[in-house]
């Protein structure tokens, strides 16, 4: 069973920020949010993930909600090479597989 | 290069046939995994292995077979090819501990006919 929920599809202008909302609220104290992406007809990429605290890399920001129930990966500056499908995953650290759902495609327009 | 790689990229076989997929990461990373990956059913994970000679079964480890009997290598064998397993087969690797970024090769694209 999915243990996230994400919108089917979003939309953001180029040059925009890209939010991504994903909601876990059955998430367990020892579980991260994780995000990975999937160009098309690649294999998917890690973007960033966190327990608790926000994070930044030089890709994304994550802004996980003081109740651990949401979580929102922020693109600052959305390109045309953003284009792709967003996996928002929970799961323990520790090498365990991952378990993608459908994810949100995200397209970026020009 | 260094990274992870997959072969062949493309592969088209009858019902019945044996068919191996390789994957090679350069990384000497413990971990190793496969996923394939349909329409309507995003990425499923078939087997993953800790380390050299140590497998374990996930999703929809029927019909496949594989092996680790080098860290660098790990093939996923079709012993008797069906229809339904046509699919995009994806190999990942990540480094033991934390930081288990797991990282993808570019796919192997299977069509049983």
């Known amino acids: 069973d999915a243990k996230t929920t994400q919108p089917t599809s979003m939309d953001c202008a180029e040059g925009r920020a890209a939010n991504l909302p994903c909601n876990h609220s059955?998430?367990?104290?020892?579980?991260?949010v994780y995000w990975y992406r999937q160009i098309h007809s690649q294999g998917p990429q890690y973007i960033i993930h966190?327990?608790?605290n926000n994070e930044t890399n030089e890709m994304a920001s994550l802004i996980i909600t003081e109740d651990r129930k949401s979580s929102t990966l922020i693109l600052p500056h959305a390109t045309l090479r953003d284009t792709a499908v967003y996996y928002c995953i929970v799961r323990v650290a520790g090498n365990t597989p991952l378990v993608f759902g459908k994810g949100t495609r995200l397209s970026v327009i020009a | 290069d260094a990274g992870i790689t997959q072969s062949p990229r493309y592969k088209i076989t009858e019902t019945g046939r044996q068919v191996t997929l390789m994957c090679h990461q350069t990384?000497?990373?413990?971990?190793m995994f496969w996923y394939r990956q349909d329409l309507g059913h995003g990425l499923r994970l078939i087997y993953y292995?800790?380390?050299?000679?140590?497998?374990d079964k996930g999703e929809v480890p029927d019909g496949y077979v594989v092996s680790r009997s080098k860290t660098e290598n790990f093939p996923l064998t079709l012993e008797s090819a069906t229809r339904s397993q046509t699919s995009v087969y994806f190999c990942?690797?990540?480094?033991?501990?934390?930081?288990?970024?797991?990282?993808f090769g570019p796919g192997t694209r299977l069509t049983v006919l």
């Open positions: 966190g327990l608790k």
């Open positions: 990384w000497s990373h413990s971990y």
């Open positions: 059955t998430i367990s104290g020892n579980e991260y």
């Open positions: 990942a690797s990540s480094l033991a501990g934390a930081g288990d970024e797991q990282f």
């Open positions: 292995s800790a380390a050299a000679d140590i497998t």
